[in-house]
């Protein structure tokens, strides 16, 4: 990626009012390098200009999805929880349940209530960077509102993001967003389904963020299979001498959304 950045407090002036930002023209390696389709995870680096008048190329690569042993998805109390097992550490996303046969079981009351699945994930313990959500499943019924947190974790170092998360806007309508760490902005084009998300911070963050939470509502009661498209306009972190950007090495993860 080549970047013609302005000053800092130019540009983080500019992300706070506007929420969501368009890369300049020199920005193209997304429209010179396609994004090929992943059912789990990508990983991305991208360097400034390498002296030779082109950027670098992209790279990306397909995560290999870890299983974990199976769980029980019942509560004590009888109640059903199919979101992220607790045997899952803080660096795996989760990715679903790999028997989605017995899950629908489950929602229509059929099945056993000592069923056990088997969870899927990918590790973000050797990524950068990565803007991530843990898949959601959400009781099959229309008005059902829900929520979707967003993060960036792995091995992080930025201090700026500007992404574009779609949805299906036929199946969900976008009600509410939460800036959880309280630098993100968010502006909705509901008749795209899109959602661009802006964060800034003054210094370079080394830690995971949980950047926001995107509320929405079942259109239909309809089983789905669903996913939010994560697409990483920019990243960047304060230089050495802080007198410009830098770009960093980014990936995504997750963001599936089942109804059940």
């Given amino acids: ?3 013609q950045r302005i000053s800092s407090v130019l540009f983080a002036s500019a ?10 023209s020199s920005s193209s390696t997304q429209e010179e390098n396609p994004k090929a389709e992943t059912s789990a995870a990508e990983t991305e680096s991208a360097a400034d200009d390498n002296g030779t008048g082109e950027d670098s190329l992209t790279i990306r690569e397909t995560l290999p999805v870890q299983t974990k ?5 019942r509560g004590e109390d009888g109640s059903l929880n199919l979101q992220k097992p607790v045997q899952l550490g803080e ?23 000592s069923v056990t699945l088997t969870p899927e ?13 843990n898949a959601v499943y959400v009781p099959c019924a229309a008005d059902t509102d829900f929520a979707v ?12 993001a500007d992404l574009e998360i779609s949805y299906d806007k036929d199946a969900f309508a976008f009600v509410g967003f939460t800036d959880i760490d309280g630098d993100a902005t968010c502006n909705s084009l509901p008749d795209e389904g899109l959602l661009c998300i802006s964060f800034v911070s003054t210094e370079n963050i080394q830690a ?5 939470t995107l509320c929405f509502r079942t259109k239909t009661a309809e089983k789905l299979d669903s996913s939010l498209k994560f697409d990483v306009k920019d990243i960047a972190k304060w230089n050495a001498d802080r007198t410009g950007y830098e770009d960093v090495p980014f990936g995504t993860a997750g963001g599936r959304i089942i109804t059940y």
Avoid: W
């Fill in 69 to 73: 042993d199976l769980v029980g998805v």
């Fill in 149 to 160: 947190p967003v993060a960036i974790g792995g091995q992080t170092d930025f201090s700026l």
């Fill in 91 to 113: 660096s795996d996303v989760f990715l679903g349940f790999a028997e989605q046969d017995a899950v629908e079981q489950l929602g229509s009351g059929n099945a056993d209530d």
């Fill in 1 to 3: 990626m080549k970047h």
């Fill in 15 to 24: 992300l706070l009012l506007c929420g969501c930002t368009q890369k300049d």
């Fill in 121 to 133: 994930s990918v590790s973000l313990r050797e990524l950068q960077n990565t803007v991530y959500a």
């Fill in 208 to 212: 995971d963020v949980a950047l926001c």
